[in-house]
């Protein structure tokens, strides 16, 4: 059982590329959430989803897109890469009706 | 979801209790309280969570003032590796999304 894990780890992109940062689980939980962290602050809500084919966003959403094709994998994309966007990315997990969210290792992206 | 204010950061001495503030006075009847904490930039993790009442688990216990406007997470003897960001969060987990905004935190550091 790994939990949820992050593909990659870290990237280095340039501005105006585009990328896909994976996020999967396999403990068969309903709910994903990607979350974005910036130096010394705390995390914000990108996307989330309710269930397989079903997203949703959050409160930070702007140059984002995401997709969950399949119930264990949740995708989000950067079209167009800008320096804002260089920050480290969380994902999280969690069943239904259970409180706790199960967060990935985090994917480190910088944006030069 | 309502919004949360705690202190940026506190020390403790290992071995001692560390209590860590929450105020959250716009709190909604069917809101939860929940406490995650985030070691050195790794994925924020769950302790604990309440409504009401007052809950203990096996890391820390959660007080909740009666009117519930704020509470209290307290690590009953603290060690070198409590060491982090503690998040306090207030929401309402809905049957369809759990949603979290993660505000700046406290940084507790535990000192020998």
């Known amino acids: 059982n790994a939990g949820v894990t992050q593909t990659p780890k870290f990237r280095v992109l340039k501005t105006g590329q585009s990328m896909t940062l994976l996020c999967a689980q396999d403990?068969?939980?309903?709910?994903m959430y990607w979350y974005r962290q910036d130096p010394g602050m705390g995390l914000r809500l990108i996307h989330y989803?309710?269930?397989?084919?079903?997203?949703a966003k959050g409160e930070v959403p702007d140059g984002y897109n995401v997709s969950r094709l399949k119930k264990q994998n949740f995708l989000l994309g950067l079209e167009s890469a800008a320096p804002s966007q260089t920050s480290v990315y969380f994902c999280?997990?969690?069943?239904?009706?259970?409180?706790?969210?199960?967060f990935g290792p985090g994917t480190r992206l910088t944006v030069l | 979801d309502a919004k949360t204010t705690q202190p940026p950061s506190m020390d403790c001495a290992e071995g001692r209790a560390a209590n860590l503030p929450c105020n959250h006075s716009t709190i909604s009847g069917n809101e939860y309280v929940y406490w995650y904490r985030q070691i050195h930039s790794q994925g924020p993790q769950y302790i604990i969570h309440g409504l009401k009442n007052n809950e203990t688990n096996e890391m820390a216990s959660l007080i909740i003032t009666e009117d519930r406007k704020s509470s209290t997470l307290i690590l009953p003897h603290a060690t070198l590796r409590d060491t982090a960001v503690y998040y306090c969060?207030?929401?309402?987990?809905?049957?369809?999304?759990?949603?979290?905004?993660f505000g700046d935190g406290t940084t507790l550091t535990v000192k020998p």
């Open positions: 989803s309710v269930g397989e084919g079903t997203t």
């Open positions: 969060i207030v929401r309402v987990i809905e049957t369809n999304a759990g949603k979290s905004t």
């Open positions: 999280a997990s969690r069943p239904d009706r259970v409180h706790e969210q199960f």
């Open positions: 403990m068969n939980h309903e709910y």
